[in-house]
């Protein structure tokens, strides 16, 4: 029996050291090497794939938990006007929109504001009229926003209140004033961290990491 195990032993040793086997267990490691990196190309490929609609569920997501917000707000201009009132407040707006830059615009806006000063709408009109504007009129249009209309929401869901701050943050850092940026990044950080854009990123994210 012992003499048995011994040659099984030596037996096994030298097959181990043929070259022919050894070559035969150099190229199955080879093939499953090549086949790793295969299986780990497809799962980037795929998870590249999946990244996308992962960030567009996101969106979509937030969007939807905006909506319901928005729906509210409108029900309740409907609730306070007439209709042929909303049409003449989004017909005042259109031409503010239309028309922007000329005194007929101005009127208009100005026009709105004075009659119809809390309906939804308005507080868009005016966030829309601020991003066309530039230097200080722009600069008050955006802070108008903040208090004012800072409860207003755009149907995608974007906050007149928030994306104002965002927007006139930007503009304060664009300048070197720091200090008001850094003031109005921590209100967006706190008080509307789940704020988003157009786009439906938030706008937490879109703080740039090197500010305050």
Same mark, same amino acid.
């Given at each position: /029996?012992?003499?048995?195990?011994?040659?099984?032993?030596?037996?096994?040793?030298?097959?181990?050291?043929? !070259? &022919?086997?050894?070559?035969?267990?150099?190229?199955?490691?080879?093939?499953?090497?090549?086949?790793?990196?295969?299986? %780990?190309?497809?799962?980037?490929?795929?998870?590249?794939?999946?990244? !996308?609609?992962?960030?567009? +569920?996101?969106?979509?997501?937030?969007? $939807?938990?905006?909506?319901?917000?928005?729906?509210k $707000?409108?029900?309740?201009? +409907?609730?306070?006007?007439?209709?042929?009132? &909303?049409?003449?407040a989004?017909?005042?707006?259109? #031409?503010?929109?239309?028309?922007?830059?000329? !005194?007929?615009?101005?009127?208009?806006?100005?026009? /709105? #504001?004075? $009659?119809?000063?809390?309906?939804?709408?308005?507080?868009?009109? /005016?966030?829309?009229?601020? +991003?066309k504007?530039?230097?200080?009129?722009?600069?008050?249009?955006?802070?108008?926003?903040?208090?004012?209309?800072?409860?207003? /929401?755009?149907?995608?869901?974007?906050?007149?209140?928030?994306?104002?701050?965002?927007?006139?943050?930007?503009?304060?850092?664009?300048?070197?004033?720091?200090?008001?940026?850094a003031?109005?990044?921590? %209100?967006?950080?706190?008080?509307?961290?789940?704020?988003?854009?157009?786009?439906?990123?938030? &706008?937490?994210?879109? #703080?740039? !990491?090197?500010? $305050?």
């Amino acid at each position: /029996m012992r003499n048995t195990i011994i040659a099984g032993i030596l037996i096994y040793s030298l097959a181990a050291s043929s !070259p &022919l086997i050894a070559q035969t267990n150099s190229d199955e490691v080879a093939r499953l090497t090549q086949r790793v990196a295969q299986l %780990e190309k497809q799962v980037q490929e795929i998870s590249q794939l999946v990244q !996308p609609l992962k960030a567009q +569920q996101a969106i979509d997501d937030r969007r $939807k938990a905006f909506r319901d917000t928005f729906d509210k $707000k409108m029900a309740r201009d +409907q609730a306070r006007y007439t209709p042929e009132q &909303l049409r003449e407040a989004e017909g005042l707006y259109q #031409i503010a929109n239309q028309k922007w830059g000329t !005194p007929e615009a101005t009127e208009s806006l100005q026009a /709105m #504001i004075k $009659k119809y000063p809390d309906i939804n709408r308005t507080g868009c009109a /005016m966030l829309y009229i601020a +991003q066309k504007s530039q230097g200080n009129e722009r600069a008050k249009y955006l802070q108008d926003c903040i208090e004012k209309f800072g409860d207003c /929401m755009y149907g995608d869901g974007v906050q007149v209140g928030a994306y104002a701050r965002f927007l006139l943050a930007e503009d304060c850092r664009s300048k070197s004033d720091d200090k008001k940026a850094a003031a109005l990044y921590a %209100e967006i950080r706190t008080k509307y961290a789940d704020a988003i854009d157009h786009g439906g990123q938030l &706008l937490v994210e879109s #703080i740039k !990491p090197d500010s $305050k």
